[in-house]
């Protein structure tokens, strides 16, 4: 029999002891009972399309199980409005669902948000939920959705975060309409999908757009300058021409900017060095070329820089970015350009670097002693250049090193004692150097090495002195002199 409550309000003359038991009460029906207060039923019409919904989909994990009776608060992922019961939002994003979109998800006329990303659902995307008028955030990324975005999603006028990302199938043109259908669009994520074209003028205009996702499409045509403060913008992998805007609108916002990948060329402007708030710029695999002028200077927030795979020439920059003792650059990519010269000793001041390569260029001189300083360092990579003098020996104090990779260049001297600081290093390669002298009998001791390759040098001394037996798994006969070590799964190659 279904039990009635009635709460009698006491005149003021009770007594506070009364109102505390009272509290006590419903406390304690509550804690056996939640479903007393959190029920909802959910709306009948919205019931029957979640079933509908359902019956076309594969759910190994059962997740959706739960999704029997009306208890809107027992159903997984389901949250419904307490007035009607009308489910507001459906989140099944991660549960390794597959099968279909059913079109009788269009019938839950009062979404809000629809997440099922990160699935392996296989269907086009429906139009119909071009209908959900209400729908605030749609996230089918991540999944094996294929066709074209429908047009009727230009009528999703509330939309704030659309994510197609991560379809590979889901391409064509990108719609002329895209960046202005909704003036509450804030994340746009169509990034790794098969789009192709130039991106349309309205993504420039879009005033509400703060995060645009655009990465490994096939998008072209040159880049133009966008027109609102975006926070991201990731436009990597494409085929987008052009030279760089100074992104002007973003100057104080901006805080990620990745156009790897790309077409670009020209120089980079000294106005991109005005992003107050950027943490990370990739402007790596481009065409850029010229010097780097002496205004570029970052702000101290910039913790990412990769100008790899460029043409840039002439001298590295003596001074990158602003530092504080509570932050600074922590990866530095200027490997594979056209730089010459030295080594500014001001990079060994960014003391919070974790990964420094300046590899495949054409830097001279020796290699600063201030890269002791760098003790946070986790990779060194200056191989293929044609720097001279003798491997510093406070190197050592980058005791949390785990790769150490000069080869292929004009070093000499020998290897110092002084390394055997670096006891959690994987990767010790100095090859193709005028390296000379004994190999340390200490190097037998780093038990962390996985590979080291030491050959072209003028090093000397029998193998059997350097390691232990026991860790020397076959020797082979090289023409060319010198001694390649690999250390891979507890067994070493010795190459002599």
């Known amino acids: 029999m279904e039990g009635k409550w009635v709460v009698h309000i006491c005149p003021c003359r009770c007594s506070n002891f009364h109102y505390v038991q009272l509290f006590w009460l419903l406390t304690w029906f509550c804690f056996i009972n939640p479903s007393w207060v959190f029920a909802i039923e959910i709306h009948p019409l919205d019931k029957a399309s979640l079933f509908q919904f359902k019956s076309q989909l594969n759910d190994p994990t059962r997740n959706l199980a739960t999704w029997v009776g009306s208890n809107c608060s027992n159903w997984v992922g389901v949250v419904c409005e307490r007035q009607m019961g009308r489910v507001i939002s459906i989140n099944l994003g991660h549960l390794n669902l597959s099968g279909s979109i059913s079109n009788s998800l269009c019938r839950v006329s009062f979404l809000e948000e629809l997440d099922v990303s990160h699935n392996c659902i296989s269907s086009v995307v429906p139009p119909c939920i071009g209908r959900l008028l209400s729908l605030r955030r749609l996230d089918l990324g991540h999944n094996d959705l294929r066709g074209s975005v429908p047009d009727t999603f230009m009528g999703l006028k509330n939309m704030r975060e659309l994510v197609l990302g991560g379809n590979q199938h889901l391409g064509g043109d990108l719609p002329s309409w895209i960046g202005n259908f909704s003036t509450s669009l804030e994340k746009l994520d169509l990034g790794r999908n098969a789009f192709r074209g130039e991106m349309p003028e309205s993504l420039f205009h879009s005033v509400s757009l703060r995060y645009l996702d655009l990465s490994w499409n096939n998008?072209?045509?040159?880049?133009?300058?966008?027109?609102?403060?975006?926070?991201?913008?990731?436009?990597?992998?494409?085929?987008?021409?052009?030279?760089?805007?100074?992104?002007?609108?973003?100057?104080?916002?901006?805080?990620?900017?990745?156009?790897?990948?790309?077409?670009?060329?020209?120089?980079?402007?000294?106005?991109?060095?005005?992003?107050?708030?950027?943490?990370?710029?990739?402007?790596?695999?481009?065409?850029?070329?010229?010097?780097?002028?002496?205004?570029?200077?970052?702000?101290?927030?910039?913790?990412?820089?990769?100008?790899?795979?460029?043409?840039?020439?002439?001298?590295?920059?003596?001074?990158?970015?602003?530092?504080?003792?509570?932050?600074?650059?922590?990866?530095?990519?200027?490997?594979?350009?056209q730089f010459?010269?030295?080594?500014?000793?001001?990079?060994?001041?960014?003391?919070?670097?974790?990964?420094?390569?300046?590899?495949?260029?054409?830097?001279?001189?020796?290699?600063?002693?201030?890269?002791?300083?760098?003790?946070?360092?986790?990779?060194?990579?200056?191989?293929?250049?044609?720097?001279?003098?003798?491997?510093?020996?406070?190197?050592?104090?980058?005791?949390?090193?785990?790769?150490?990779?000069?080869?292929?260049?004009?070093?000499?001297?020998?290897?110092?004692?002084?390394?055997?600081?670096?006891?959690?290093?994987?990767?010790?390669?100095?090859s193709g150097n005028k390296i000379s002298g004994k190999i340390p009998l200490t190097l037998a001791g780093w038990k962390s090495l996985e590979v080291v390759d030491l050959s072209s040098n003028n090093l000397s001394g029998p193998l059997a002195d350097a390691w232990q037996s026991g860790r020397i798994c076959d020797t082979y006969p090289l023409l060319e002199t010198g001694l390649v070590v690999l250390y891979l799964t507890g067994c070493l190659h010795f190459q002599l």
Do not use: W
């Not at 975006?230 to 085929?239: D, E, G, H, P, Y």
């Not at 020209?266 to 990739?282: E, F, K, M, V």
């Not at 960014?350 to 260029?361: G, T, V």
């Open 219 to 337: 998008l072209s045509g040159c880049l133009g300058e966008f027109h609102q403060p975006l926070l991201v913008l990731n436009l990597s992998s494409n085929r987008i021409s052009g030279s760089l805007p100074c992104f002007v609108a973003s100057m104080q916002s901006l805080s990620i900017l990745n156009m790897a990948n790309n077409s670009i060329a020209g120089g980079i402007p000294s106005c991109i060095s005005s992003l107050q708030a950027l943490t990370q710029l990739n402007l790596s695999s481009n065409e850029l070329g010229y010097q780097i002028s002496p205004a570029v200077v970052f702000s101290e927030k910039l913790l990412v820089l990769d100008l790899s795979f460029n043409q840039l020439s002439g001298p590295l920059p003596d001074k990158i970015a602003e530092l504080t003792d509570k932050s600074g650059l922590v990866i530095l990519d200027l490997s594979h350009n």
């Open 340 to 430: 010459s010269g030295e080594i500014p000793r001001r990079i060994m001041e960014l003391q919070r670097l974790l990964a420094l390569f300046l590899s495949h260029n054409s830097l001279v001189g020796e290699i600063p002693d201030g890269i002791g300083n760098l003790t946070y360092l986790q990779v060194i990579d200056l191989s293929h250049n044609a720097l001279t003098g003798t491997i510093p020996m406070n190197i050592g104090a980058c005791f949390q090193l785990l790769a150490l990779i000069l080869n292929n260049n004009n070093l000499s001297g020998e290897i110092h004692p002084e390394l055997d600081a670096l006891d959690t290093l994987l990767i010790l390669d100095i």
